[in-house]
Nanobody, 120 residues
Framework: QVQLVESGGGLVQAGGSLRLSCTAS????????MGWYRQAPGKQRELVAI???????NFADSVKGRFAISRDNAKNTVYLQMNSLKPEDTAVYYC??????????????WGQGTQVTVSS
């Protein structure tokens, strides 16, 4: 059984910063990609940023230059540093990991989500 546990969401004023963390636990053999997606009310879930095992990253155009993603492989943890936040960044942020366990090859796993609210 794999669990992704997120933390760090909350309420912040426009222009402020937040840092999200997500730790994967369970019978993990290896982690391929870790990343963050978000879903605003009435909208589809969208990619925010991902980081691959080798360190390559991808960002949504809307967050480039404002958000940074990093991971600590020893801790199975991914971080999302969000700066210069805008009201349109308000959403539930979901951690995602593609990983292999002792029984599953490259399964796709999700966290429970953490709310980020940016006030204007």
């Amino acid at each position: 059984q794999v669990q992704l546990v997120e933390s760090g969401g909350g309420l912040v004023q426009a222009g402020g910063s937040l840092r999200l963390s997500c730790t994967a636990s369970g019978s993990i053999v290896s982690i391929n990609t870790m990343g963050w997606y978000r879903q605003a009310p009435g909208k589809q879930r969208e990619l925010v940023a991902i980081i691959r095992n080798g360190g390559d990253t991808n960002f949504a155009d809307s967050v480039k230059g404002r958000f940074a993603i990093s991971r600590d492989n020893a801790k199975n943890t991914v971080y999302l540093q969000m700066n210069s936040l805008k009201p349109e960044d308000t959403a539930v942020y979901y951690c995602n990991a593609v990983l292999s366990t002792t029984t599953t090859y490259r399964g796709n796993y999700w966290g429970q989500g953490t709310q980020v609210t940016v006030s204007s």
